[in-house]
Each structure stands twice: as structure tokens, then as C-alpha cells.
């Protein structure tokens, strides 16, 4: 029953970060999990953690690691 305002703020001042910017954080580090312990395609690791394209995909993971899901894999 909170307004989706309230929530946003909520987690920017728990975490720093825009509720946006914590979920997309939180399905890297899913994938990073993934990554480690399955031979999962890349694809199927971002569909997986909820990302519709592969591309997105790496260049979000890109953002927050510094590198590709391939070369983390590595």
C-alpha cells in the first residue's frame, strides 16, 4: 500500500542508489552467481536474471564490474 515514490526513496536512502539502478545491481550479482557455478550460456544467464536482451545485458554487467559476462566467466 506504498505509493511507488515512497518505495524509490525508501531504497536510495537505505543503499545510495535509485531503485532502478539497486534492482539492475541486484540481477549482476544473480548473474555473477550464475556465471561461477553453471556453464550457462551467456544469453540464458540474462534471461535468466530478468534481462530480455543479451546485449543490455553485458552492457549493464559492463557498467557494474568492469568487464563482459564472457571475460568475468574467464
Known amino acids: 500500500h506504498y505509493h511507488p ?4 526513496e525508501l531504497v536510495k536512502s537505505q543503499t545510495g ?6 534492482i539492475r545491481t541486484y540481477r ?3 548473474a ?4 561461477q557455478s553453471t556453464d550457462l550460456p551467456v544469453a540464458e544467464v540474462a ?7 543479451v546485449q543490455q545485458f ?3 554487467f559492463k557498467q ?6 564472457s571475460s568475468y566467466r574467464k
Open 5 to 8: 515514490n515512497h518505495i524509490s
Open 17 to 22: 542508489m535509485s531503485l532502478h539502478k539497486y
Open 64 to 69: 557494474v564490474l568492469g568487464v563482459s559476462p
Open 32 to 35: 555473477v552467481d550464475l556465471l
Open 28 to 30: 549482476i550479482y544473480a
Open 58 to 60: 553485458s552492457k549493464a
Open 47 to 53: 534471461e535468466s536474471v530478468g534481462f530480455g536482451d
